[in-house]
């Protein structure tokens, strides 16, 4: 048995190891904000992937809570790294900007740094606004774009059912901002908190999560600074110029960006394909990662 048992052992390790990607971490220096950034997968033929997260105030913790990243870098680099003032780009110059602009000069810093020539970006929730903004700034860099749950081309087209659907959770979260303090960052946390329980379709796949999210790198005053800086941004015009392949996801059951949003993006992009993902909301990736990876590998093997 015991024989057997270490062949066992051995068999599982080489299968780990066959399944293993390699994975780095560094540090992109500029003249505002030193972006950290971590890479799964190597350089190769296949079109590698910039993963842009959401929040804005998050770190790209989020999207890194299954090995989903780590079984597309099998096929081709994947690299993430954390917008300014969050996670490991929290080295930022006094006065640093939180513009559109600041934020896209950040990304190309980071393509620049890995000199890789065309991406595929992967914008998650607000990551897809920041990619569709640097697309239209430096389209001559785009190979593919992937918008995950995004907004539209602005703040104001997003279709948010939050409070119809969940009052209850909105009434707790109103309770606790006035127990924590209005405009404290224990309020905007645990806001952030409440707000990750209404952010899916399952509720085991929510326990799941939110047991195991640990720190989601949360800076209540950069996202705010973001949102203020963002707020009138309207990429209408810009998005119905692209001439490059976009694929829309959506969770169905997203209240958080209904995929009314999503619908009305792909009507405007020229060409834009739509799936949506029939037992998710905010996170497909979380809650239906088998689909996910194929459709994503679909569209980034199209020729």
Same mark, same amino acid.
């Given at each position: ?43 190769? @033929? ?68 890995? @000199? ?20 239209? @700034? ?166």
């Amino acid at each position: 048995m015991n024989r057997l048992a270490g062949t066992a052992l051995l068999l599982f390790s080489a299968i780990l190891n066959a399944q293993s990607v390699p994975h780095s971490k560094g540090v992109v220096h500029t003249g505002q904000v030193d972006l950290g950034y971590e890479t799964f997968g190597k350089p190769g @033929a296949a079109l590698p992937v910039i993963a842009v997260n959401g929040g804005p105030g998050l770190s790209h913790a989020y999207m890194v809570q299954n090995d989903l990243w780590e079984r597309v870098a099998r096929q081709r680099q994947v690299v993430f790294y954390d917008q300014r003032g969050t996670g490991a780009s929290k080295r930022l110059q006094a006065g640093a900007l939180q513009t559109m602009d600041a934020q896209v000069t950040d990304l190309e810093a980071v393509r620049q740094a890995l @000199a890789l020539d065309k991406v595929g970006l992967v914008g998650d929730s607000y990551g897809g606004l920041l990619s569709m903004a640097y697309a239209a @700034a430096h389209p001559e860099h785009m190979a593919k774009l992937v918008l995950s749950d995004s907004p539209g081309p602005s703040w104001k087209s997003i279709v948010h059912l939050l409070p119809q659907v969940f009052p209850d959770l909105q009434e707790r979260n109103a309770q606790e901002e006035q127990k924590l303090g209005s405009g404290t960052d224990a309020a905007a946390r645990a806001a952030l908190h409440n707000h990750f329980r209404m952010i899916f379709y399952s509720l085991a796949k929510r326990d799941a999560y939110m047991s195991n999210m640990g720190d989601l790198g949360f800076e209540p005053a950069v996202g705010e600074a973001v949102g203020k800086a963002t707020a009138d941004l309207d990429l209408t015009d810009k998005i119905a110029k692209f001439r490059f392949p976009v694929l829309i996801i959506n969770g169905r059951y997203d209240m958080n960006v209904a995929p009314l949003t999503a619908w009305q993006l792909a009507h405007t992009i020229p060409g834009a394909k739509i799936v949506f993902f029939e037992e998710s909301g905010h996170l497909p990736s979380f809650e239906e990662p088998e689909k996910y990876i194929k459709v994503l590998e679909d569209f980034l093997n199209e020729r």
